[in-house]
C-alpha cells in the first residue's frame, strides 16, 4: 500500500458528541438539566448567556419547550463558571451569580423581572408597587401581564408579587396553590396577609417608631405594637412616615 | 458545495447543521492527526465550530456565497491551535462528554504508529501532509488555509512524505 493511501485511512466519522455540543455552544439548541425545588422537581433550560427557562418537569416539557421556543433540548451539563451556583438560586429565589438570558423580552419586561429580584425572600409586593419602581405607576396591568410570562420563575421571584388589593392572586407556575406553598415556605406568611387584605389592612405601622410598612416588610414584622391602616394616606395623617426598606408609597 | 453557500447566506441559523455534519467528521480527524490527541482534536474541532458559525451570522450575504467553506474553517482552526484561545466554562455541555474529561475516544484502529511517525515531522509538514492526504484538501485550498504559499505547501508535503518513508524504513 502507497503511503498515501494509508494516510487517506486515518480519518474517520465525526465522534459522538460533537454534533450535540457545537448546537449548545452556538446556541443553536439550548441545555437542560432537572433540579429540586420547594414545589417539587423542576427543568432548567440554559445557553452561553445564562438560564433561558424553568418549568415543572411535569408532562412533556421537552414538547412544551419546542412549542414556545421552536429550539430542540439537549440533556447537559449547566456552563462550569455558575452550574455550582444555580441550585442556591432557586431555592433562595433570586439570580445571585447566575446569569439569566433574558433576550426574547422586551426592554420593559426583562426591567419589572430584574425588579422582582429585590424583593426580599419572605416578603411581597403588590404589581402597583412594582410598577412605581420601573417608574411607569400606571403600567399596573402590564406588569401582571409580564409576571404571568415569566420565563424563568423561582429565579426570578414573580411569586412575590401579589395583587393590588393583598390578596396572594394567580401563579403561572402551576397555579395559586403553588404561590401560598412557596411564600409559607419563604416564611412569608400567605395566611396572615391573606387575613390583612380581607379586612382591607394595606399597611402597618409601628407605634414606637412612628414608621409604616407594607404588612410583610421585615421591619414591621418586628415591631412590638402595631397599628393597621386602610391606606399610606391614613398612615401619613397619624403622622407616620414611610418605611425606606419596602417604599410603600 | 455551492448549493451550501447558497443555504448559509439565507439562513445560517438553518443551514449551520448541515456545515458542522459534513466538515466535523473531516475537521476532528485532521486535528486528531495534526495534535495526536483525542481531547486536543475534540476541543479544538468544538471551538473551531462555533466560532464559524458565530463569524457567519455576522457576515454579508455575499461574503457567505464567495466564502470556500473547508479552507476558511481550517484557518479557525489553525489559529486556535497556535493561540489555544478556550472559553468552554461558559457553555452548557452535553452530558455525553461530562463525566470523564472527555467522551469515549472513538479510534476504530490502533494507529498509534501512524500518530508517532507523523509527530516526528514539523508542524508545517505534518499540517500540510494531514490537509492533503487524511482530509484530503487541494494545494490551493492548504495554502488559503496555512497563509503559505501554494509552492512552500508543496514542498512541505513533498518533504513531509519523503520523511514519512525514511522513518519507515527505519522501522523494518
Known sequence: MTIERELAGLGGPIPAGLTESVALGTGLAEGYDLYPSAVGEVVVTFNPEGVSTLDLAEGDYLDRFYRR???TLIRAEAPRAWARHLPTSIEAGTPGKVPVDLRPLTRFQAQVLRVTSQIPRGEV??????????????????????????????????HRVVRSDGHMGNYSLGGPHLKL???????????RLERLARAQVKVQG??????????????????????DFGDPAEAHEEGFVPCGQCRPV | MDELNHSLAVDVAGAF?????????????GLRRISGSHQEAEDLAQETLIRAYKALVDYPEERIIALRLDPWIWTI????GRNHIRDRARRPRF???????????????????????????????????????????GIEEISEATGRPSGTVKADIHRGLTRLRTIMEDEK
Open chain 1, 69 to 71: 421556543t421552536g429550539k
Open chain 1, 125 to 158: 409586593r403588590p404589581y402597583r408597587w412594582l410598577a412605581k419602581e420601573v417608574l411607569s405607576p400606571r403600567a399596573t396591568r402590564a406588569v401582571g401581564s409580564v409576571m404571568s410570562h415569566n420565563p424563568i420563575p423561582l429565579i426570578l421571584p414573580c
Open chain 1, 181 to 191: 406553598h412557596l411564600l409559607e415556605h419563604e416564611g412569608a406568611d400567605p395566611a
Open chain 1, 206 to 227: 409601628d407605634m414606637e417608631t412612628r414608621v409604616f410598612c407594607l404588612p410583610s416588610c421585615h421591619v414591621v414584622r418586628s415591631a412590638r405594637r402595631v397599628v
Open chain 2, 17 to 29: 447543521p448541515t456545515v458542522v455534519e459534513r466538515l466535523g467528521g473531516r475537521l476532528y480527524w
Open chain 2, 77 to 80: 482552526a489553525l489559529n486556535l
Open chain 2, 95 to 137: 452530558v455525553g462528554l461530562v463525566d470523564d474529561v472527555a467522551s469515549d475516544d472513538p479510534e476504530p484502529v490502533d494507529t498509534g504508529v501512524w500518530d508517532a511517525r507523523l509527530s516526528r515531522l514539523s508542524a508545517p509538514q505534518r499540517t500540510a501532509v494531514v490537509l492533503r492526504h487524511v482530509v484530503g484538501m
